[in-house]
């Protein structure tokens, strides 16, 4: 399927740059568009359906991840969600987080004086998790689904084996560098928490995102103010307290009703012949650039593959790529590139004979 087509990219241009910001498709664009021109309209009733048109949102991120809408938290970004999950679970439970994972999963644990153990990113990832458990303790795994830096993607099936193992174990992750890229089931994929912004993989530009927090995590979360019986305003009739903290005010319904776009969008491009896309130019990517000795270590040592590459050029190169109409970016000790639905063969032979050349 030509999924290019659904977007406005010169032909100049080849755009790898997914890990940083994806693209939006073109129908987002006329959406916004029509959106901005009806919102400003003094006479329309836009501004009277904020509340309804989120609700809206939150319906098709429920259905879109296989949860129920009690689940969804509408925010601005991954940071925002994370930072105030956090700040709602008691302090004496020991964590467990990966070594250089994105910072706003590390930083925020450490900075708020969380006991926390860290583990090993290498080959050997799903082992190491699994001896730092302390079995029959409350503990809780947070991980990247994908890591930022070098593509490491955690085994999925490895993460509901460990629910099953040890079922006191609370396991959030951050799906930023995730989603968007094949079919997601949060009730049955054995996390308690996901979040993610909508930015990248998920194709919606900047101001929207959501966390996904299961039944059990919304009961450990601010105990203390959930047994409070709290003064009712009107206006939040019905508002859980958890609502006040997550969406302690006005969404922005041009953001989110972006994201909601993009996830119509997805689901119509259909997310089984979008991971069958993007996995065939993968294995593409992967075998192409093992040839030439371009691959991270840790990349050829696990056989699950994400779309998330760090080729390991000289980041020096950088701005000579650039010039040669690629957009990627440097991270670690290379050049990082993502593939996504838009990018077809012909754009990884030609950045394969770029890289070749330079």
Known sequence: MDFKSYFDIPKDLLYFNTPGNGLMPKTNYA???????????PQGPLREQQGDFIEQVRSKIASFFFTDVHSVFCVPNFSFGFNTLLSGIPSSIPMIIVEGDYPSVNYPVFSRGFSAKTVALDENLEANIEKSILPNTEQILFLSIVQYISGVKIDLSFIQELKHKYPKLLIIGDATQF???????????????????????LLSGFGNGFMLLNERLRALIYQEAQQKSLRQETMWAGRSILKTYFEPGH????????????????????????????????????????KRDLLLPIAKKRKIQSSLVNI?????????????GIRCFPRGSGIRIGIHLYNTEEDLNRLLKIIDQI
Do not use: C
């Open 31 to 41: 959406w916004r568009e029509q959106r901005d021109r009806d919102f400003f309209n």
């Open 179 to 201: 989603l968007g890229t094949e079919k997601f089931d949060f009730q049955h994929a054995g996390f308690d928490g996901i979040g993610a912004s909508g930015y990248k993989w």
């Open 251 to 290: 969404i922005d319904t041009l953001a989110h009703g972006t994201l909601l776009q993009s996830l119509n969008f997805l689901e119509t491009a259909n997310l089984d012949l979008i991971q069958k896309h993007i996995q065939g130019l993968t294995e593409i990517a992967y075998s192409e650039l093992n």
């Open 312 to 324: 390991q050029l000289n980041p020096n190169l950088y701005p000579k790529l650039v010039e040669s």
